[in-house]
């Protein structure tokens, strides 16, 4: 797992995103992306968290925090890590202001996600 100081202290940040077909998904696997590339954490794979694949589960249950990037309100990934016992932050592009189907692929629309997430969990510097 990747590292991060976010909030003081070394922490093990595992990312999810969804990576559905529309905009808002692929704003938050973009989105999810950019936080990895900046050290907030490691993406990982919310398929095999779904398909309850031990291995996965273990993985989430020893991170410090799972962040979950939906990109509209059905939160399919929130749904999968319900009843799994990792700590997990979930957060939907459309609370940040986007539309789904109305929210074109930008890099201004990437980084509102970005820097609301990074907010969120409390992360400062080099995050």
């Known amino acids: 797992m990747t590292d991060c100081s976010c909030g003081g202290g070394v922490k093990s940040y595992l990312i999810y995103s969804c990576s559905g077909a529309c905009d808002t998904a692929e704003i938050s696997d973009l989105a999810a992306r950019k936080l990895r590339a900046s050290g907030v954490g490691k993406m990982y794979c919310l398929a095999g968290i779904g398909a309850n694949l031990p291995n996965f589960i273990e993985q989430a249950k020893g991170a410090d925090l799972n ?61």
């Open 67 to 127: 962040i979950v990037i939906d990109g509209c309100s059905v939160n399919c990934g929130q749904k999968i890590f319900e009843g799994k016992g990792a700590k997990t932050k979930c957060f939907t592009v459309t609370d940040f202001g986007m539309e789904k189907g109305k929210s074109p692929v930008t890099p201004e629309n990437i980084k509102k996600v970005v820097d609301g997430v990074k907010k969120r969990i409390g992360c400062q510097g080099r995050c």
